[in-house]
């Protein structure tokens, strides 16, 4: 026992995380805080991004399966979707449609939309607004190039030679176009690029945004960018970015602290990392990611699942692997913190031992509120961690236990603020640290 405990009582079991229909629906459209940092809805109230890559969901799914898709991410407090408005290659019958309607009337020439495609597609986004789900909407997803060989056409998974070949003129055609089709919606986020440097693309991705807001599309703006690069260095000086992303492979928790002290401040969040179902992705591994993502700074996450996130065979059922339980915890859980005010703790002044390897996986990752009310920590793995409790506002501070996994929450009594205390986590797996001030004059 700590000299400062007072009382170390048997922990006691404190439940499960609310019901995901407890979370409040936002209001759009969404703006950025005064200090940068955050986003918030039209109330005034910072939105935390529990969000799903559904890629082909426009393209891929009839009318009746997207609904049936949308009601489920709903049930499980998913409020943001990450969608392609125009499918290059991931659909069945790219770049049409499930009903077999193209997105140009002249195959390739995106000054020539098809009226049908977008009516389509108007009625999908129409359903999303209708749930309250933010929409990051690809107009013209650029992907990946890669070098078959020689003599070999490379594997375009975008629309990156359209791009070009339409030019600045025309993608600002293309982008009016789609301002005045879906400028009404105030959930969209719109989304420039995708997974590949811009090149020779930068041009016309510019004049599809600028396009749009000609048409007076006044919603966010953010970029989809390679691997390992954010928004803010890959589209740098764009005039229509407001919103970074960070999107990662590699040391998660690393980029998103970058993106955190990333100068001028932008607001960001954990766009893409390891997929389930892909890359031998560990359920675990899962859970890590989302966690990290708003301690360290950023806004929430979008998590994917193959096959869900191009509608593949198989998906129906995949919607109920453990990630999107696991996503649904993670939305009650920190919404019942004040999550938009934690400041990642990188001085190490709440959380100063046991820390794990800066470059691993069993990194631990905490945050506290400036005012030092509430204190955070997620544990990737078992293992005790020594606590400065003299960081958090006195006399007082209950401990609480939460188990990612399961939802379980474990009390650990209540210690003075004062001194270093060691703490180990009552579960096997990953484990959250929450410490709340109390006994002060404003409890």
């Known amino acids: 026992m700590h000299p400062f405990h007072q009382v170390h009582p048997v922990e006691r079991e404190l439940g499960r995380a609310a019901p995901a229909a407890q979370a409040p629906m936002a209001r759009y459209p969404l703006s950025i805080s005064a200090d940068k940092r955050r986003l918030l809805d039209s109330d005034g109230r910072p939105f935390l991004i529990q969000g799903d ?52 009337v002249k195959p390739g020439d995106m000054t020539t939309p098809n009226d049908a495609y977008f009516d389509a597609a108007e009625r999908v986004l129409e359903a999303c607004a209708a749930r309250g789900f933010a929409v990051i909407l690809a107009p013209a997803y650029i992907g990946y190039r890669r070098d078959r060989g020689k003599g070999v056409s490379p594997h375009l998974d ?78 740098a000086g764009a005039d229509w970015l407001d919103l970074n992303i960070t999107y990662t492979y590699g040391i998660v928790h690393r980029l998103l602290i970058e993106d955190w002290q990333r100068r001028p401040t932008m607001p960001f969040f954990l766009i893409e990392s390891t997929y389930e179902g892909e890359h031998n992705a560990s359920a675990q591994q899962i859970r890590r990611q989302a966690y990290w993502s708003v301690l360290c700074g950023g806004n929430g996450h979008c998590m994917g699942n193959h096959p869900v996130w191009l509608f593949g065979e198989g998906w129906q059922a995949a919607l109920d692997l453990p990630g999107s339980h696991a996503m649904a915890l993670w939305g009650d859980f920190f919404r019942t913190l004040p999550w938009s005010e934690f400041v990642p703790d990188l001085e190490r002044r709440l959380v100063s031992g046991g820390l794990g390897e800066a470059r691993g996986l069993d990194r631990v990752t905490a945050a506290l509120t400036r005012d030092g009310r509430v204190g955070a920590a997620y544990l990737p793995i078992c293992r005790p961690v020594e606590v400065q409790l003299g960081t958090l506002k006195g006399p007082w501070a209950s401990v609480e236990w939460f188990d990612p996994a399961s939802g379980r ?22 484990s959250v640290l929450v410490l709340k001030s109390t006994g002060g004059e404003d409890d």
């Open 53 to 104: 890559a559904a890629w082909s969901l426009i393209a891929n799914l009839d009318h009746a399966e997207a609904v049936h898709y949308l009601d489920d991410r709903k049930a499980k407090g998913f409020n943001t979707l990450i969608v392609n408005l125009i499918e290059h290659l991931y659909s069945q019958d790219a770049p049409r449609d499930r009903a077999g309607r193209e997105p140009f």
């Open 158 to 235: 975008g629309w990156y030679d359209e791009i070009v070949a339409t030019g600045p003129e025309g993608c600002r055609k293309y982008g009016t176009y789609l301002g005045q089709r879906f400028g009404r919606f105030a959930n969209i986020i719109w989304c420039i690029g995708g997974d590949w440097h811009p090149e020779e693309t930068r041009a016309g991705l510019d004049a599809v945004a600028h396009g749009l807001r000609d048409a007076g599309a006044a919603n966010l703006f953010t970029g989809h960018t390679h691997p390992e690069f954010s928004a803010a260095e890959t589209f």
């Open 409 to 430: 929450r474990i009390s650990g009594g209540t210690l003075l603020t004062k001194g270093p205390a060691v703490l180990a986590p009552p579960f096997m797996e990953d």
